[in-house]
């Protein structure tokens, strides 16, 4: 689970970013507090036009800032960024310290601080390949998640406190504070790795982003991933709006808000960690996760007090981590390094870039229909995006749904039909793919290579008793693979 802390630099990468973590998550906590309760008389629309601002540049600065994640050192990026971002943090905390913020600027800070993470969120996500290499970078990725909750568990539930205790000025002053824990883990860091570069580098800004474009409408499992992330994190990570909406609706004060986020830290947290445990990410996981979001979110959405609402979102942190973790996994490992941070900026900007549509009508929502709104209009989404995920999963796999002697089973259209012996049906769907064959055709849409380096299979989760080629504790359904980048099948020095 952790074994890419045995590598030095990511090591120092990790207690640095995590320290920093816990201020930046005590800063979204206050910040929308202030917005909520002390800036305007809760207004929750409010709330989201901060969120559309805060996120929107994600979207916006894809042309640039995936090329800068690309093109530079991004050790040397993330300096300057989180150099920027300490300055910010500790500005607005001076005006409300000093009685002199309004809504305008919380409105500015919110924008300023989405331009600067346009860039450093994309260099930041990259960076991990520069200090790992490809057979721990699934790992990576996965406890950089579990650092990222670790800090969600610990940060809102302290920015309550000092919000009761000293005011919501000084947890903005220190946030900047802990911005020295990463910018000195930066500079401890020997590796100076630069992304590696290819012809593509030589071209404008704009050609290069039409190149990852290009890379993408090529594997059409990104493209599903990315139509998956963008209904999820336009209407179903709404946070703030949906925390604290329904903390005022339960009639609970700071401390119960900051208490919300830190409780669904506790499902993120697992997710990340158990997505730490996988050999390499899969796409069938973010599938299913996708549609226990939508589950958890309905039963949210009627949870008749306070407590019982809290209970249902560590479920619900431990489905959108798990969704998130093996999304950003799945998208790193299978990327060809030369356009890696291109389509890293084009994920994160769809993710975050849904944010600016999803969140001012999540909270007007829940302005006009009450706090519950907002948990069934991420139900709704979420469950759209299981069914958009199944629907691929079964059309690229080329699978059936089928009744045998009273229960349902997943086949192959390929040989064995589908009236063959059912040992043989269950045989035929752990065999390599290659031999699947119809007519004398292989089935190509089901064709994959495999993340691990293990050899190609197409595995179907069936009712089924342990082969004996299996080592002990492995499933077979975690030699299951994804549809690979078309370069990876011809067997490119960087394939997955």
Known sequence: MFRSLAVRDYRIWFGGAFVSNIGAWMQATTQNWVVLTELTSNNAAAVGTTMALQFGPQLLLVPFSGAVADRFDRRKVLLVTQSLLMLLAAGLGVLLITGLAELWHLYAFALSLGIVNAFDTTSRQAFVSDLVDQDHLSNAVALNSASFNSARLVGPAVAGVLIAAVGSGWVFVINAGSFLAVLGAL?????????????????????????????????????????????????????????????????????????????????????ALLSARRPAARMRVV????????????????????????????????????????????????????????????????????????????????????????????????????????????????????RDDGRWVVTHVGRPGVDDDRADQLETLTAPISILRRSGHVIGAGESAPQDGSPSTSTVPIQRAPRPTESPGQSRNDADDEEAAPGARRGGPESP
């Open 187 to 271: 500079l401890a860091i020997q590796s100076r790795h630069r992304p590696k570069r290819g012809p593509v580098e030589r071209e404008g800004q704009f050609q290069q982003l039409a190149a990852g474009f290009r890379y993408v409408r090529g594997r059409r499992d990104l493209l599903v991933i990315f139509l998956i992330v963008f209904l999820v994190g336009a209407f179903s990570m709404n946070f703030p709006v949906m925390s604290s909406t329904m903390a005022v609706e339960f009639g609970r004060g700071a401390g119960d808000y900051g208490l919300l986020s830190s409780i669904l830290a506790i499902g993120s947290l697992t997710g």
């Open 287 to 402: 599938i299913i996760a996708v549609g226990g979001i939508g589950v958890v979110s309905l039963l949210a959405a009627f949870m008749p007090s306070f407590w019982t609402f809290a209970a249902t979102l560590v479920f619900l942190g431990l489905a959108i981590s798990t969704m998130l973790t093996t999304a950003n996994g799945f998208v790193q490992t299978t990327t060809d390094p030369a356009v890696r941070g291109r389509v890293l900026a084009l994920y994160m900007a769809i993710l975050m870039g849904g944010t600016p549509i999803g969140a001012p009508l999540v909270g007007a929502a829940a302005d006009v229909l009450g706090a519950r709104s907002t948990l069934l209009i991420s139900a709704i989404a979420a469950l759209l995006a299981f069914g958009i995920g199944m629907s691929w999963l079964l059309t690229a796999r080329e699978l059936r749904l089928r």
